[in-house]
Each structure stands twice: as structure tokens, then as C-alpha cells.
């Protein structure tokens, strides 16, 4: 059995996806109720069965769990990257990822746990997912700090050798539309130039970047869960590898080429209309992220990744335009 926390949600689906198109159809869903926007990620998917998140940690708690697992990917999280309440972020993202690792250790299964590219802050530091940096890291925002907390306990209880962690950059394709607020900047532009014809940008507050150049390593998902399954302890190549790696392209785009690309896939000019950045993010805005995947790469992890131009147009003509969402 595999279990996916987070398993409704934009990542956690696709893994389960791609799970799926192997063969592997023995997965618990563990996640919150899918009644709402969630439910069609699921839709196309096979797997044994679905639990609530809460109920899932009372049993992990209660040692409820009679079943043989041989690997947990825990995706489940508060991912907001404006949300001010430390004390539910560390609830969310801190010490339920404790729990699950504790049972992890003691149930011999594999823990591949979701941490995320906003531990690196402004760059000052770099892009290096080396552990001798992590120490040294500053987010910018609350989320990103409750994920650099994650794998500081990691470290300082010796277990990098047990787990394995994953900085996922700026990953956008299908089953994200959920997220609301939260999707990636092609998932918006999309929705805008479809209704508008023209896409809205932050102007940039940054003299060494003028509008629009302000860069990000932007990962398509399939790509992002192609990096994932390469851990997985069973089927992955990198099965015996542990340790915190970074998953992305390794390049980095402004944010004109992914809006450019957008307008592309649809078949349009580029219009771009330039606003200002709201007050609440000025101060938490990465104006640069490339990760370094020479790590993935040394541990055999050969496959290509998608050009950005080449991973817009199968989101937006496959699954934007249609509709759809990733299925078997």
C-alpha cells in the first residue's frame, strides 16, 4: 500500500496519476472532504480508498494502521503562501509532518515528504539544495519558514538518511484549478486572456528588473512527479536515495516568456497590462528562483525535462482549453 496525503490536491493527484498509469492502484487518499473543487481531481483515478486527514493522523497516533505500507508521500499541507497564522501553519506543516515520519520510522515504510522553494527566500543564500546551507536559510513568509522547520527537524534528529525531502519550485499544469488564489501564473492567464484578451503582470519594484523579468524555475507537473517517483521504494530508480533534494527545471524564465508561451498555445498576440503589487507581498516576493538539480542528477535521475514553451502548450491545449483532468 501507498498512501498520499494531500492526495486530492494538485501534486498528491498527480502522483497518484502516474502511480496508476504503472499499474499501482493499491493508494489511500488522505486528504480533506472532496465534496468541493477537489472531488474531479479524483475523478479519473483508481485507487483503494479515501480518509479524512484528521481521522488519518488518529490513526497514525493510535497505531490503528493494520495494514503493510512501503511508502508514505506526504504532500498534505497548508500551502498558502500569505497565511499569517504561525500557529496553524506549524499545526499543518510542522508537526503532522512529525507524526507521520515517527510512524514511518518505526513501520519501515518510506517517507518522501513535500518541502518547498520558498525555504530559499530572496536566493541571498542560493538555490544549492546542499544540507550545509539549509541551516543558513531565510523565507520570506510564513509558509516558507513552516518548511524550512520541517527539514531543520530533520537534520537535527539525524534522519536524512531515513527521509526523503523535496523542494518543489514553481510547479503549474492540471488538477491545480482548485487552489484559487493559489494557482500558478498560467492557470490565471489563461482564465484572463480567455475573458479579457489581455493578461495583468506585477510591475516590478526592483531596478535590476524591469517589468515582467523577474525569473522563477517554473516545473510542469508531470515533470515534478516524474522527479518524485524516482524515489519511490519500490519501483524508483532512486529507491535507496534519501536525503533533501530540489525539484525543478533547473533554468530560469521570466515571467514574460510563461506569459508568451500562454498567449502562444491560444493562438494570440500578447497583450499585458502592468499593475501594481499588492502591499500584502511586496515584501515576501521571490524576483529570482533557479534550482540547482545537480544533486537528482548525480543520484542517475536521466530524464529530460519539458521546455516551458513545450510543457504551456500541452496544459493549456490539453487540459485548459478541454477541460480535463489527469485520468487512466
Known sequence: MKIITGGA???????????????????LIVDEDTKGTKKQNLEGLKFTDFVDKDTFLKQVEKGAINYKVDS??????????????????????????????????????????????????????????????????????????????????????KLLDKFTGLKYFNVFGPNETHKGSMRSMVNKAYDQIKDTGKLKLFRSLKPEYKDGEQMRDFIYVKDAVDMTLFFDPINGEGKDSTGIYNIGSGRAATWLDA???????????????????????????????KANMSKLRSEGYKNDVMKLEDSVRDYVEGYLVTGEFLKV
Not at 500562454?262 to 499585458?272: D, N, R, S, T
Request: with cysteine; charged share 20%; proline share 3%.
Open 9 to 27: 490536491g494538485f501534486i498528491g493527484s498527480a502522483i497518484c496519476w502516474k502511480l496508476n498509469l504503472s499499474g499501482i492502484t493499491e493508494i
Open 259 to 289: 506569459a508568451n508561451a500562454v498567449f502562444k498555445a491560444l493562438g494570440k498576440e500578447p497583450q499585458i497590462e502592468w499593475i501594481d503589487m499588492p502591499d500584502n507581498i511586496k515584501d515576501q516576493y521571490q524576483y529570482f528562483s
Open 72 to 157: 508514505i508521500y506526504h504532500m498534505g499541507a497548508c500551502s498558502s503562501t500569505t497565511e499569517n497564522n504561525m500557529e496553524y501553519l506549524i499545526e499543518n506543516n510542522v508537526e503532522y509532518s512529525k507524526s507521520l515520519g515517527k510512524w514511518c520510522l518505526s513501520n519501515n515504510a518510506k517517507y518522501i515528504y513535500a518541502s518547498s522553494a520558498a525555504t530559499y527566500g530572496d536566493g541571498a543564500n542560493g538555490f544549492d539544495d546542499d544540507i550545509e546551507t539549509i541551516p543558513n536559510l531565510k523565507p520570506l513568509n510564513k509558509y516558507g519558514l513552516s518548511k524550512q522547520m520541517f527539514d531543520m527537524w530533520v537534520i537535527e534528529n
